[in-house]
């Protein structure tokens, strides 16, 4: 034991998990707010989809799937607090 237990302190894991719980309820505030083919979008590149993966799915370009990769995180940049 080196003698700082700060960092096991409960009181610290329980703001840390409020912490985590603003940033999802704020992530899930912003994402309810795409449309849904966004979310889908959102959601696939999560579970690791890659760009042309999404585009050969919804039977688009993948330069398509890009631009609207590229405005949902720029939606997502501009509503989630620094």
């Known amino acids: ?3 700082d237990d700060s960092a096991n302190h409960p009181a610290d894991r329980h703001r840390d998990h409020d ?3 603003s940033i999802r309820d704020e992530l899930h505030a912003v994402l309810d707010r795409l449309d849904a ?3 889908i ?3 696939l ?3 690791n989809y890659t760009l042309g993966e999404l585009a050969e799915l919804m039977g688009c370009s ?3 799937i ?3 990769w590229e405005q949902i995180c720029r939606h997502c940049r501009s509503a989630l607090p620094d």
């Open 66 to 68: 890009q631009r609207q």
């Open 37 to 39: 083919r966004s979310q």
């Open 1 to 3: 034991m080196n003698g």
């Open 45 to 47: 590149r999560l579970d």
């Open 41 to 43: 979008i959102v959601l």
């Open 62 to 64: 993948e330069r398509t």
């Open 19 to 21: 912490d985590v719980t």
